[in-house]
């Protein structure tokens, strides 16, 4: 139980990244209901850890937990979704073939359907870093992995995307071990 | 350096997370490397791409409410309304930052009419939070403040200070009509990294001033002054720092 003090400290330092915490689980699940509900209970997590926050970026700390508490719901309701995940890394989800993107007149539909045919973890840094602004070492403080994988996964993410975007991957399958 | 090396290295660079001597090294392939020149185009067109297909999935505000609620919930006390909030201000100047910022408030608050102005911020806070939602944010989309200025000419009655700060790191992207307390006001929009913030401006009407003010409320922060016959309010999620930051470059 926090006292009134650290909840306000809480509203102060916490609170203000709701909309980084949305965002995250948005595209960590791909639905809004869903991330809704993630979001929340992650908020909640993050409350009642609170007393353990020992000042520093606070953006970063609440992800962490956003991120911990998205891959545990997957764990419980998508598992197949986690258990292909290294396989989806060199082959990509049917619904994002070439033919399917091409066929999509949007080409903001077309970049969203791309980024969510990619595997949990290839998304997640790319979103860290393209769209929250997130530098490697907050990337490593959320997802824990070290500078340097920061880095090539990133690389490797990108490299994924714009394969999907281009249909490379789908036309050469050399393309797509290039970057395993 | 060998592109082989450079595949990686590239998105470090193009991060601006190399060290200043990994980063030479990389210019000096990169100026012999047109395949990775030709990489270093493509990261960043899609980046562009990214960037322009506002990705960014704000908090619903129904969402804010429920974590909101549950947060209280937790705590026991189930008394977080906005005027609640907003008096909190007054009990609590808890860190550093923000003191001063919370000393002025109460200053303030004893000084003006504070439940008027409350309900000001209560209504600004509000507008900001209704313009999050899809399709609401612009009425004229432009980072051009040639068209986002004339836009407004007959709409309102007055005119409003329209500036980008792109180069100071806050890009005008829109403008739209908004009405608070029943009257008409300009709301432009600018970004601040992933935050967006609404600047709003009406003509200053002697009974309901908020002089120069700042705050937060239900986790947004507003910086309020008057400049010359206008009233100018800012509200984002955006930190209070970057707030006060914009307002600087308008009030100049």
Not at chain 1, 127 to 149: A, N, Q, W
Request: glycine share 6%; with cysteine; aromatic share 8%.
């Amino acid at each position: 139980m926090l006292d009134p003090q650290d909840r306000i400290r809480f509203e102060q330092l916490v609170l203000p990244h709701l909309d980084s915490a949305a965002n995250l689980a948005r595209w960590m699940l791909r639905n809004r209901a869903d991330s809704d509900d993630v979001v929340q209970e992650a908020m909640l997590r993050a409350y009642r850890f609170f007393g353990q926050f020992r000042g520093g970026d606070a953006r970063a700390w609440l992800l962490q937990i956003v991120r911990n508490t998205c891959y545990t719901w997957l764990q419980k309701n998508r598992p197949s979704e986690l258990m292909t995940e290294f396989d989806e890394e060199v082959h990509q989800r049917p619904s994002a073939n070439p033919e399917t993107l091409a066929t999509r007149a949007n080409e903001r539909q077309r970049l969203m359907s791309a980024l969510e045919s990619l595997s949990s973890r290839f998304r997640e840094v790319l979103v860290l870093r393209e769209l929250e602004g997130c530098s490697y070492k907050e990337i490593g403080e959320i997802t824990g992995m070290p500078i340097g994988t920061v880095m090539s996964t990133l690389s490797r993410a990108r490299e994924r995307l714009r394969q999907t975007l281009t249909g490379a991957a789908g036309a050469s399958g050399t393309a797509a071990k290039e970057v395993s | 350096m060998n592109c082989e090396l450079a595949v990686t290295t590239i998105h470090g660079y193009f991060d601006g997370e190399l060290d200043a001597v990994r980063s030479a090294e990389f210019e000096r392939h990169l100026e012999h490397c047109p395949q990775c020149q030709a990489a270093l185009e493509g990261i960043e067109s899609l980046r562009m791409q990214l960037q322009q297909s506002n990705f960014y999935e704000h908090a619903s505000p129904e969402l804010r409410e429920k974590v909101r609620k549950q947060i209280a919930q937790e705590t026991g006390k189930d008394r977080v309304t906005a005027g609640l909030s907003w008096k909190r201000w007054l009990l609590v100047p808890t860190f550093g930052t923000l003191a001063a910022a919370a000393a002025l408030i109460t200053i303030m608050l004893f000084v003006l009419p504070s439940h008027k102005q409350s309900m000001l911020a209560a209504e600004l806070v509000d507008a900001h939070v209704r313009s999050l939602q899809p399709g609401h944010l612009f009425d004229v989309q432009s980072t051009d403040q040639h068209t986002v200025k004339p836009w407004f000419d007959g709409k309102i009655d007055f005119i409003p200070p329209v500036t980008d700060y792109a180069a100071q790191g806050f890009p005008l992207v829109g403008g739209r009509l908004d009405v608070i307390d029943g009257h008409n006001v300009a709301a432009l929009v600018y970004a601040r990294r992933k935050h967006f913030i609404n600047v709003f401006v009406w003509p200053y009407r002697e009974r309901e001033t908020i002089a120069e003010t700042s705050g937060s409320l239900q986790g947004y922060n507003w910086v309020s002054w008057q400049s010359g016959d206008m009233q100018i309010c800012l509200v984002s999620d955006a930190a209070l720092s970057d707030l006060s930051e914009l307002r600087n470059l308008i009030r100049q």
